[in-house]
């Protein structure tokens, strides 16, 4: 049975014997700590750290002052561990964990915590860790750090609706959120039960939120010290209003971060088998808002220009609207024959594709419901 202990290396001599690989990387790890370190290796990888070297073959006198010594050489580990045995120092040896007396565990760090892993097989160590990380990472294994009174705002891209298209930093967040207020296109994540969710998409029959309102619920949270974690369709910015949300806790003295999300604009396609630039077919694609169409004063976007340009277009918000937007690209020049591609539900089980052309896209996709992203270009035949 091993005795697990974490050591405070401080300005304490350390002495590493070797300099190869193995030695390398102990070195970088003790100095990190805070260690002196010493080497001592008639032969020196070019990638070992500054640090004093002896260069030449290990000798007993060499351990004399040495908190702890490092065996890395491969080849004289059992003679070193012998001196460091008779002089009560620990050695740990690289060439042979069963036989060492001390071990260096395989460690991962995340904030303030610290995890070391030690099996009999220093790789099935390593893999044990690496999966303890990703846990941390990624806010499977909660990591909530209470700190009472600093309420914060986080917004969070949350991708286009497959929840593996949260980002880590999206999921670290979520981790340790007091609340989380969630658009309709948002993921749908599990969160544990004591995390307050609030909806504020607009659902039919449930009670709605206008943007002012969001950013009022956003900063008064915040300063009763709750953790925010605004969690949004895609990412935070593309045309999802998170300037506004940022501003409004900017203003109120919140501290804000800004989590980019994997965008529809460019995942929808992606999901639906389309490139949106493919080498030798396109190499420009714009991405255009059509919540306000063709034709209407309100609109800023230069469809002729556009149409035009001729790559690849992706449209958003662009249900009910699709007749005066294909229209006004083939008025403007666009080929009427030009493919199109309309992704419902994108990344979703229930994602359904309907490819048609800019003459007859608006019969062909009249039943599509939003969400759904279009996508207009040769890079459609592509699928
Ligand atoms: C208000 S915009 C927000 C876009 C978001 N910020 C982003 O980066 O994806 C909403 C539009 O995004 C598109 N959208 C979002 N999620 C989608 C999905 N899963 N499938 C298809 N379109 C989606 C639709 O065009 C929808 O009308």
Do not use: N
Not at 97 to 126: E, I, M, N, Y
Not at 208 to 227: C, K, M, N, P, T
């Amino acid at each position: 049975m091993k005795f697990p202990l974490h050591l405070d290396l401080t300005g304490r001599r350390v002495l590493v014997v070797g300099a190869g690989a193995l030695a390398v990387r102990r070195v970088q790890a003790l100095l990190a700590a805070g260690a002196v370190v010493d080497v001592v290796a008639p032969e020196v990888s070019d990638e070992l750290p500054d640090v004093p070297v002896q260069r030449r073959a290990f000798v007993p006198d060499d351990v004399a002052g040495a908190w702890l010594v490092l065996a890395c050489t491969g080849v004289v580990d059992d003679v070193i561990a012998e001196v460091c045995e008779q002089c009560g120092i620990w050695c740990s040896r690289g060439d042979d964990a069963a036989r060492s007396a001390a071990w260096v565990p395989a460690v991962t760090r995340l904030d303030d915590v610290v995890v070391s892993v030690s099996t009999a097989d220093p790789r099935r160590s390593l893999a044990v860790r690496d999966a303890i990380a990703l846990a941390l990472q990624t806010g499977e294994l909660p990591l909530r750090r209470r700190r009472p009174g600093q309420g914060s705002v986080a917004l969070v891209g949350g991708g286009p609706g497959d929840p593996g298209l949260l980002t880590v930093r999206g999921r670290q967040l979520l981790a340790g959120a007091d609340v989380v207020v969630r658009d309709r296109l948002a993921p749908l994540v599990d969160l544990p039960a004591e995390v307050e969710l609030i909806d504020v998409g607009k659902t039919p029959g449930g009670p709605s939120y206008d943007q002012r309102a969001i950013e009022q619920l956003l900063v008064d949270r915040a300063r009763a010290g709750q953790r925010v974690v605004r969690l949004k369709g895609g990412d935070v910015h593309l045309f999802g209003r998170g300037m506004e949300e940022v501003a409004a806790c900017v203003e109120a003295g919140v501290p804000v971060e800004v989590v980019p999300g994997v965008s529809s604009a460019f995942a929808v396609p992606a999901y639906a088998g389309i490139p949106v630039t493919a080498r030798g077919v396109t190499q420009s694609v714009s991405v255009v808002s059509a919540h306000v169409p063709p034709g209407d004063p309100g609109s800023t976007v230069d469809w002729d220009a556009l149409a035009r340009l001729g790559g690849t277009i992706v449209l958003l918000m662009a249900v009910g609207r699709l007749e005066r937007v294909c229209a006004a690209l083939v008025g403007a020049g666009r080929d009427a024959k030009t493919p199109v591609a309309v992704v419902q539900d994108g990344t979703l089980p229930t994602q359904r594709v309907v490819v048609t052309t800019l003459a007859d896209a608006a019969a062909d996709a009249a039943d599509v419901a939003s969400p759904a992203v279009v996508v207009i270009g040769d890079v459609v035949g592509l699928r």
